[in-house]
């Protein structure tokens, strides 16, 4: 069992993976290797010169991979809140658990409907519809989050991994019950 499970290992996904991870927290994410960002080069990634969106995806995953956070390549179908509070997920190769789940699975909202997750029209171009949640990154579902894409921000990978790591951050706070902060500080030489 895990403390949270991440579905998409895109920017959203990485850099909440990479959060959850550090902060300790026993993190899986599930990722079916489908991101838009494989067929982007991004040339408007603050702090970063041009990237083709493979080597972006392989660094972000690396970065979270190096705290803790485990990657596996599945396919998620549903997502359900059990009896004891729990959240499970099917998934094409079992069913696994975790106390929060993060939904960053880019440009479709498949998962969502067959979870009963709330929808809305999304407002980015090409976005149709876009899993309805609170400021926070909270879906109708207690314990289920949305980040990235899916939950409404920017297609653009710095905007999409600032939003993962922003839900990451939520989760984190209401797990531990106060707010979380992770600043690391360079040693003075």
């Known amino acids: 069992m895990y403390d949270v499970i991440i579905i998409g290992g895109g920017p959203a996904g990485a850099s ?50 190096s705290f803790g ?53 999304g407002t980015e171009p090409r976005i149709k519809e876009i899993i309805e949640t609170d400021e926070d990154g909270r879906t109708n579902i207690d314990g289920v989050w949305a980040a990235g894409t899916v939950a409404g921000v920017s297609v653009h990978t710095i905007i999409t991994a600032g939003d993962g790591a922003k839900v990451a951050i939520n989760v984190l706070s209401e797990m531990n019950g106060e707010r979380y902060v992770d600043h690391d500080i360079l040693k003075k030489k």
């Open 69 to 121: 956070a485990e990657f596996v390549k599945r396919e998620a179908e549903v997502i359900e809140k059990l009896e004891n509070g729990r959240i499970q997920v099917k998934t094409n190769e079992g069913d696994v658990e975790a106390e929060h789940v993060i939904v960053t699975v880019g440009n479709t909202t498949k998962l969502a409907k067959a979870s009963q997750l709330n929808t809305k029209p």
């Open 16 to 65: 909440a993976a990479l959060f959850t991870a550090k902060a300790g927290k026993k993190t899986l994410v599930l990722d079916n290797e489908t991101s838009m960002t494989k067929a982007a080069l991004v040339k408007n990634h603050y702090g970063t010169p041009d990237v083709e969106g493979p080597e972006l995806l392989r660094i972000g995953k690396e970065q979270a991979e």
